[in-house]
C-alpha cells in the first residue's frame, strides 16, 4: 500500500511539474533516491532472467544506481538528460535555444546518458535489452528508458543520424564569439555498474568500405565485423548483424568474459563528446550538426585523457557558448577500434569559464582550435576534417597528424617561447602523438608534451 501511495504521489507530482521540472526539484532538494526511484512509473521488479546475477552488478562494487536527480549532485546547477533537454543524433548550431543558463566561473552536474542500449538495432527498448543481460528493471536508468520513448525534438533516421543523446546545450553568460570555453573535468562517476562495447557493419578500423570492398591494408576475410553477417540490405536495424558486448565492472574494472576465461581492464571515466556550438546552419538536422564528427567546436572528439583533473579548451562561435555533453566513457584504448569505447552513463561535472582573448587564461591555440591539458602535459589536438560533415568526409590520420604538430610548435613558440626549429627538434625527441580515433568519420590525432620537460 505505501509503495502504490509513494508510486502515485510521484506520478502526480511529474504530471503536474512535468518530468524535467520534477527531476530539477528532487534535485535541489538533495533527497531525490526514495522519490525518484517511482517517478517514471515502472515496476522496479527484482526478478531477473533465469541464471542472471543482477544483485552482483548492482553491489559487486557498490556502485549505485544514480537515477536522475538522486544522490550527490556536487554542481551549483544540474541538468538531467531529459528528453526535453537532449538532441539525439544531433550537436546544437548556434541557433539552438539553451535549455540552462549559468555564470562563468559556477559548476553544473549532468547526468549524461549512453546511446548504448538504446538504439533501435538494440531493440530502442533499454528494460528489455539489459534485462536480457541480467540488469532488474530497477537498475535501467528512467532517462534511458524514457528518451528511448519520448524522444521527438528531432525525427530519429538511424542510419542517418548519429546515435549519441546529446545534453544541452548551456548558456555560459559572458561568453562571445572569439572568446574560449575552458571546461573543467571535476567528477565522472558510473551512474550504472555496466557499459557496453559495439561493432557496427560500415563502421570502425576494420570496416568494409561503402562500394562492399575491403580498405586498403586488410582482405575481404579480415574485415569486422565479418561481411556475412551484414544484414544492412533488410532496411530492419534489428537484423543488422552489428555486435554489442555487455560488460559488467568488477573490483573497479570492466570484465568481458571468453570462454572459461575473462579479460579485466581498468575504467578510465570520461565524455567523449564535450561541446560548444559550432554550425551555423539552422537545420537541427544539417550534416554540420550531426553528432559523429568532431570539429572545431570539439564535440565527439574522443580523448581519452580528458577525464577527471583535465581542462579542456575550445573556440566559442555563439554567444553563450552553448555548451553541450554527450558519449559517456566508462573506458576507452587510444584509436576506439572497434566503434565504441566502453560506454556506460556518467555523472559529470564541470567548471565553465569563459577566456577573454590576451588575458593569459587560455592557451593562445585554443582560441582557433580544441586544446587540452592534464596535470601530466599539454595536449595538442589535429583533426582530418574539422568543419563539420558537410560534402563528404576527410579521415585522412596524415592531415590530422601534420594539424597537431603544427598546433604543437605554435604552443611551444607563442607560449612557451621557443624558437621553432627546436621546438620541432623537441617534439620529435621527446613527445607522443597519439591517434585518438579512428570512428567518427573525422579522425583524430593528440599529442602530448609533458609539463615535467620544462623548467
Request: charged fraction near 20%; include cysteine.
Amino acid at each position: 500500500m505505501e509503495n502504490t501511495l509513494a508510486r502515485n504521489a510521484a506520478e502526480d507530482l511529474t504530471k503536474g511539474l512535468g518530468r524535467r521540472g520534477f527531476m530539477r526539484a528532487v534535485a535541489a532538494l538533495g533527497a531525490g533516491v526514495g522519490v525518484v526511484g517511482v517517478a517514471s512509473g515502472c515496476a522496479h521488479s527484482n526478478a531477473s532472467p533465469a541464471g542472471s546475477s543482477s544483485s552482483a552488478l548492482q553491489f559487486a562494487d557498490g556502485i549505485p544506481i544514480l537515477q536522475p536527480g538522486s544522490g550527490n549532485v556536487s554542481g551549483d546547477h544540474y541538468l538531467s538528460s531529459d528528453p526535453s533537454d537532449v538532441m539525439w543524433g544531433y550537436v546544437p548550431n548556434i541557433h539552438t535555444r539553451e535549455v540552462m543558463r549559468m555564470k562563468s566561473g559556477q559548476t553544473v552536474t549532468i547526468d549524461a546518458l549512453s546511446h548504448e542500449g538504446i538504439l533501435e538495432d538494440q531493440g530502442r527498448n533499454p528494460l528489455e535489452y539489459f534485462g536480457s543481460k541480467g540488469v532488474s528493471e530497477k537498475d535501467v536508468l528512467e532517462d534511458a528508458i524514457a528518451v528511448a520513448a519520448e524522444y521527438n525534438r528531432t525525427e530519429r533516421n538511424f542510419d542517418k543520424d548519429g546515435p549519441h543523446v546529446v545534453t544541452g546545450p548551456v548558456f555560459v553568460e559572458g561568453a562571445q564569439p572569439g572568446d574560449v570555453l575552458k571546461i573543467e573535468t571535476l567528477e565522472a562517476i558510473p551512474r550504472v555498474p555496466y557499459g557496453v562495447v559495439s561493432s557496427r557493419h560500415g563502421k570502425g578500423a576494420l570496416a568494409v568500405t561503402a562500394d562492399g570492398t575491403a580498405p586498403a591494408g586488410i582482405t575481404l576475410d579480415e574485415v569486422m565485423p565479418p561481411v556475412a553477417t551484414d544484414g544492412r540490405a533488410t532496411k530492419d536495424p534489428l537484423k543488422y548483424g552489428g555486435v554489442s558486448t555487455f560488460t559488467a565492472i568488477e573490483d573497479g574494472k570492466g570484465v568481458m568474459p571468453f570462454g572459461q576465461s575473462k579479460v579485466r581492464f581498468p575504467l578510465r571515466p570520461f565524455m567523449g563528446m564535450m561541446g560548444v556550438a559550432y554550425s551555423a546552419d539552422a537545420d537541427p538536422t544539417s550534416p554540420s550538426s550531426n553528432s559523429i564528427p568532431p570539429t572545431l567546436g570539439g564535440g565527439n572528439i574522443d580523448i581519452r585523457h580528458l577525464g577527471v583533473g583535465s581542462t579542456f579548451y575550445l573556440p566559442v562561435f555563439a554567444e553563450g557558448a552553448l555548451f553541450y555533453v554527450g558519449d559517456p566513457h566508462m573506458a576507452m584504448g587510444d584509436g576506439e577500434a572497434a566503434l565504441t569505447a566502453m560506454e556506460g552513463s556518467l555523472r559529470g561535472t564541470f567548471r565553465l569559464s569563459v577566456c577573454k582573448k590576451d588575458s593569459g587564461d587560455a592557451p593562445s591555440v585554443a582560441f582557433g582550435y580544441p586544446f587540452a591539458e592534464t596535470e601530466e602535459a599539454w595536449i595538442t589536438i589535429g583533426l582530418s576534417d574539422p568543419n563539420g560533415s558537410v560534402d563528404g568526409q576527410n579521415s585522412d590520420l596524415n592531415g590530422a597528424m601534420r594539424r597537431a604538430v603544427v598546433n604543437a610548435l605554435d604552443f611551444l613558440e607563442h607560449d612557451r617561447g621557443m624558437d621553432r626549429a627546436t621546438a620541432y627538434a623537441y617534439l620529435s625527441a621527446a613527445a607522443d602523438f597519439t591517434v585518438s580515433q579512428v570512428v567518427d568519420r573525422t579522425v583524430g590525432v593528440h599529442g602530448q608534451i609533458f609539463k615535467s620537460h620544462f623548467e
